[in-house]
């Protein structure tokens, strides 16, 4: 069993978060291959049409913020292997920008208890309204919905299923200021 799921991650018929489950799975006791949650494979998936109308069509990664040990000592780091000039500041940070468009790796100070890590994701949409988006997200079943505000700033956060934490923002989003944070 840990052979053929094996062998479907190498050949990509899988996710690594779907070999982990089937092996937690089967580590917690399951047993059997009947035991096991039904995943469906990328081969599977690649059939499977998106609905019509989705609530926040993305149009890109807007970016990624991690939570460092040493904000000056990591900034120097992807400078250094990946040539990331300054987008914008923000209090306890520094956005990095990555290719010509509003996108960015964040670099913030982790509090001294806190581990460092990746923090969020942010998908940026189109005609971005904070007050929509929360109720959008109510309205499809995701109650963790909030805006919180950095200066002028809106921003939209909520987890997802697994408990990650994504940010919802408009495409022009740079982590500057303004209420859309598009001034860099």
Known sequence: MIDRLLQDYER???SRRELLL???ALAAGAG???ALPRVPTQRELRGVELRQ???FPARTLNHTTMFVANVERSVAF????????VQSRQENG???RVGPQNQFLGIFQAATTTRPMLHHV???????DPARAVATLTENGVATGRIRMRGE????????PDGLQIQIQDVSYCGGGGFLGNRC
């Not at 992807?78 to 000039?85: A, H, T």
């Not at 700033?153 to 997802?160: G, S």
């Open 12 to 14: 990509g018929h899988i």
């Open 22 to 24: 089937a092996l937690s």
């Open 32 to 34: 059997s291959a009947s």
């Open 53 to 55: 109308t989705v609530p």
């Open 78 to 85: 992807y400078q250094r292997l990946f040539g990331l000039p």
């Open 94 to 96: 520094i956005n990095l």
């Open 122 to 128: 942010c998908v940026g949409v189109a005609n971005f």
């Open 153 to 160: 700033t809106a921003e939209v956060y909520f987890t997802d």
